[in-house]
């Protein structure tokens, strides 16, 4: 999804950065951080996450399930005690699964996804709301150069920054954490990740609720030497 929005073939790109289960997706945050240049977040939609099997028909014996990790992980328990022994499939996201498994027909596949893909792909739920836990949240951030006109209420306003510390600032996550205290903004998440480089090093990636100006909070953090790269200012709608 990301990479068809890069490539102009989409107006917007849709991708989730959390799970209230699995925790944060980091093939979004890695990837946003260490490779997309000019993607900035526009609005985070949060939506409650209900997974199905689905397949072609009911009668044939399912050897492989196709899905994203975060909803194979989901619905792990379910599989395990209903499906020893079937075969896992993770793909990029569970829209292709569902797709992937609408095109091969003949074959014993399912997908795990939301009852939408089975609409969208013509395929029968066989096993309906298969996920550990029910009270599952996923967070989708809308990619795009402009705002999404969404007929929402809007919850909150947040801003995500990705920072980098210098290596010679003695107490260098204290201080820059210390930056957003001292400005009154307050941090929602704060989640560390391997740079990539070398063992040990890490980039931040600071969530903070906030609606204003932040311009200083950037001139602030960039006098103590931290690397900030912007991944979005956007409002926060819950389904």
């Given at each position: 999804m990301i990479r068809s929005y890069e490539r102009d073939l989409?107006?917007?790109?849709?991708?989730?950065?959390?799970?209230?289960?699995?925790?944060?997706v980091h093939q979004t945050i890695d990837y946003l951080f260490l490779q997309a240049d000019n993607l900035h977040t526009q609005a985070e939609i949060i939506l409650p996450i209900r997974q199905q099997l689905m397949a072609t028909d009911n009668q044939k014996?399912?050897?492989?399930?196709?899905?994203?990790?975060?909803?194979?992980?989901?619905?792990l328990k379910y599989?395990?005690?209903?499906?020893?022994?079937?075969?896992?499939?993770?793909?990029?996201s569970t829209a292709y699964a569902a797709q992937?498994?609408?095109?091969?027909?003949?074959?014993?596949?399912?997908?795990?996804?939301?009852?939408?893909?089975s609409i969208e792909y013509g395929l029968t739920i066989i096993a309906?709301?298969?996920?550990?836990?029910?009270?599952?949240?996923?967070r989708f951030w809308v990619l795009g150069k402009t705002r999404p006109q969404l007929n929402l209420v809007a919850d909150t306003q947040k801003i995500t920054?990705?920072?980098?510390?210098?290596?010679?600032?003695?107490?260098?996550?204290?201080?820059?954490?210390k930056v957003f205290a001292d400005f009154g903004i307050n941090l929602s998440k704060i989640e560390s990740r391997p740079l990539k480089t070398f063992l040990?090093?890490?980039?931040?990636?600071?969530?903070?609720?906030?609606?204003?100006?932040?311009?200083?909070?950037?001139?602030?953090?960039?006098?103590?030497?931290?690397?900030?790269k912007q991944l979005g200012r956007y409002k926060v709608y819950k389904m």
């Amino acid at each position: 999804m990301i990479r068809s929005y890069e490539r102009d073939l989409v107006d917007f790109a849709i991708v989730p950065v959390e799970n209230s289960i699995e925790g944060s997706v980091h093939q979004t945050i890695d990837y946003l951080f260490l490779q997309a240049d000019n993607l900035h977040t526009q609005a985070e939609i949060i939506l409650p996450i209900r997974q199905q099997l689905m397949a072609t028909d009911n009668q044939k014996k399912i050897e492989k399930i196709f899905s994203h990790p975060q909803a194979i992980a989901q619905s792990l328990k379910y599989i395990q005690e209903h499906m020893p022994g079937v075969k896992l499939e993770p793909t990029d996201s569970t829209a292709y699964a569902a797709q992937f498994v609408a095109q091969h027909p003949n074959k014993p596949f399912a997908a795990i996804a939301p009852v939408a893909s089975s609409i969208e792909y013509g395929l029968t739920i066989i096993a309906h709301d298969i996920q550990e836990i029910h009270e599952n949240y996923t967070r989708f951030w809308v990619l795009g150069k402009t705002r999404p006109q969404l007929n929402l209420v809007a919850d909150t306003q947040k801003i995500t920054l990705a920072l980098t510390l210098p290596d010679n600032l003695p107490g260098a996550l204290y201080k820059a954490l210390k930056v957003f205290a001292d400005f009154g903004i307050n941090l929602s998440k704060i989640e560390s990740r391997p740079l990539k480089t070398f063992l040990g090093e890490y980039f931040f990636l600071v969530d903070a609720v906030y609606s204003g100006d932040y311009l200083y909070l950037l001139n602030a953090l960039e006098k103590l030497g931290v690397t900030v790269k912007q991944l979005g200012r956007y409002k926060v709608y819950k389904m």
